[in-house]
């Protein structure tokens, strides 16, 4: 019989162990597993913290869209309503009026003009005006790829960038209804060099843009929230460009 008591004590203290052993697994085992995971998460803040302070920050910002803008220049979007209203309007002078003379050089133009739409921008800064040859579109309508236009041989000679300080005086035909932009500036030569260009991009930000920027022309100008009402087809708009008309 004690030789049976001992081995029931044993049994039992056998199986007490197992069982607390058991407890303890179940419940060290998520401390640790926490403890690992805590651990690992702060090793990898540590890595990501310093591979941002020695790797991702200095290295510098490529020539993209997106730095572009943190620079603060505005290109503005292009537009190609001029190009087609021209290309439309010689068609209905060959097809409709018979007018050869005056269809043909409207379409070839308004070919040209979509031609120059795809290609040319007016990009602001808060010091210059430069006008930049892009290849493909955007929604803001520069790409990554972007250069110089060149040398503007047909109006002064030089390259295609402006200070605002050098502009004397600008005009806009017509507000609400963009056709041509005019401006002249000193910086090409000191008696002054005139600029025209088609408005090929969109009218209303581009006269934004010369509003802010380019300061007060000889004629005045009305401000940007009256674009609208300046158009041709309303009221306003009809009078306003009646009377830049003299009719």
């Not at 049976?4 to 044993?10: D, E, I, L, N, Y």
């Not at 690992?36 to 990501?48: P, T």
């Not at 292009?78 to 007018?99: E, K, M, S, T, W």
């Not at 060149?150 to 609400?176: C, I, R, Y």
Request: with cysteine; glycine share 10%; charged share 20%.
């Amino acid at each position: 019989f004690k030789m049976v008591g001992c081995a029931t004590k044993c049994a039992l203290l056998a199986a007490t162990t197992v069982a607390m052993a058991g407890h303890a697994t179940a419940f060290t085992s998520p401390a640790i597993g926490a403890l690992a995971r805590a651990g690992l998460g702060a090793s990898n803040s540590a890595i990501s913290k310093q591979s941002l302070s020695g790797v991702s920050l200095a290295r510098p910002l490529r020539n993209t869209a997106a730095a572009r803008v943190s620079m603060k220049e505005v290109a503005v979007t292009p537009d190609y309503r001029l190009a087609l209203g021209a290309i439309g309007l010689g068609i209905f002078f060959n097809q409709d009026l018979h007018v050869g003379t005056l269809g043909w050089p409207l379409v070839i133009l308004g070919s040209f003009l979509v031609f120059q739409t795809t290609q040319i921008r007016f990009r602001f800064t808060d010091s210059d005006l430069e006008v930049v040859r892009v290849e493909g579109l955007t929604e803001q309508g520069l790409t990554d790829s972007v250069d110089s236009s060149g040398e503007n041989m047909l109006q002064g000679g030089g390259a295609n960038k402006w200070s605002f300080s050098s502009v004397t005086n600008w005009e806009f035909w017509f507000p609400g209804f963009p056709i041509l932009v005019y401006f002249k500036e000193t910086q090409t030569k000191p008696e002054g060099q005139i600029h025209f260009f088609p408005i090929i991009m969109d009218g209303k930000q581009l006269y934004e843009q010369m509003t802010e920027k380019m300061g007060k022309s000889v004629n005045p100008k009305i401000p940007v929230a009256e674009w609208d009402d300046a158009k041709p087809l309303t009221p306003k708009g009809f009078k306003t460009i009646k009377d830049k008309l003299n009719l």
